[in-house]
């Protein structure tokens, strides 16, 4: 089995999006995954068409005493999501401190979900430094806009670690184009040699409770991210 994380360099950057879309690629090239919501926010569920009232998930499961593993949702065979769950702040803050002092959870059921997956995905939230503790993953990748608050943000990252993919990348603009070519020479091959375009379709997919690539496939976005999965799979590394 192997993990992918995708965490954003800020918010509102697209990740859960994205996260979504690149597990639904995957499947759709053969491959069994499992895509787990790290972040308090909840939303990656809304993708494949968990109802918003839905409060069930991994982190309400530990709240309550109950079995993390039995709140996975399945979407269709060889594709499920396991949510975060709704969570008071204060409940929150529990599952972080849980998760500092026991570093390795994850570790632990990253290994009872071998034999079941092919992938896990982790959408990781930004400033929970627990919930960020995911086990072993061969691809770690940092979401970016191609935005000046970004590039500021990359300057300041005293050990940026993983590689980096462009999201809501639009060629028309002058700024966005300088700031690939400036990332390209700063970054090398820790920038990926593809990004995912600026496409109002990765929006309307959310409306739609869908990944992109089931609402429109034939979209600008869900090519790319079909790109994207094709480049994860040849980089498929063992865990470490």
Same mark, same amino acid.
């Given at each position: ?6 965490r954003?360099?800020?918010? $509102?950057? $697209? ?7 690149? $597990? ?6 053969g ?8 972040? %308090?926010?909840?939303l ?6 968990v109802?918003?009232?839905? %409060?069930? !998930?991994w982190a309400?499961a ?13 979407v269709?065979?060889?594709?499920? *999501?396991?949510p975060?769950g /709704? ?5 929150? +803050? ?7 002092? +026991? ?25 929970? %430094?627990?919930?960020?503790? *995911?086990?072993?993953?061969a691809?770690?990748l /940092? ?5 000046a ?5 990359l ?6 670690? $993983? ?6 990348f ?28 600026q496409d109002?379709?990765? /929006? ?5 409770k869908? %990944?992109? !690539? ?25 865990p470490?």
């Amino acid at each position: 089995m192997t993990s992918l994380s995708l965490r954003g360099l800020r918010g $509102g950057v $697209g990740t859960s999006s994205l996260l979504a879309a690149t $597990g639904h690629a995957l499947h759709s090239l053969g491959e069994r995954v499992l895509l787990v919501d790290m972040c %308090p926010e909840n939303l990656l569920r809304l993708h494949f068409g968990v109802s918003v009232s839905e %409060p069930d !998930g991994w982190a309400r499961a530990m709240i309550d005493g109950v079995g993390w593993n039995t709140q996975a949702w399945t979407v269709e065979p060889g594709l499920g *999501v396991l949510p975060y769950g /709704r969570l008071k702040r204060e409940e929150q +803050d529990q599952i972080e401190q849980h998760l500092l002092k +026991d570093p390795e959870l994850w570790r632990r059921r990253q290994a009872s979900l071998a034999e079941h997956f092919d992938w896990i995905l982790f959408d990781v939230p930004l400033r929970l %430094p627990g919930h960020a503790h *995911v086990g072993p993953c061969a691809l770690r990748l /940092r979401i970016v806009e191609a935005d000046a608050a970004c590039h500021v943000l990359l300057q300041q990252e005293e050990a940026l670690g $993983g590689h980096l993919l462009i999201n809501r990348f639009d060629p028309v603009s002058q700024l966005q184009r300088d700031l690939l070519l400036i990332w390209r020479k700063q970054y090398g091959a820790r920038l990926l040699p593809l990004s995912v375009h600026q496409d109002e379709a990765m /929006r309307e997919a959310l409306a739609f409770k869908k %990944p992109v !690539g089931a609402y429109a496939q034939a979209s600008l976005a869900a090519q790319d991210v079909l790109s994207l999965a094709t480049w994860c799979l040849t980089r498929r590394l063992e865990p470490v």
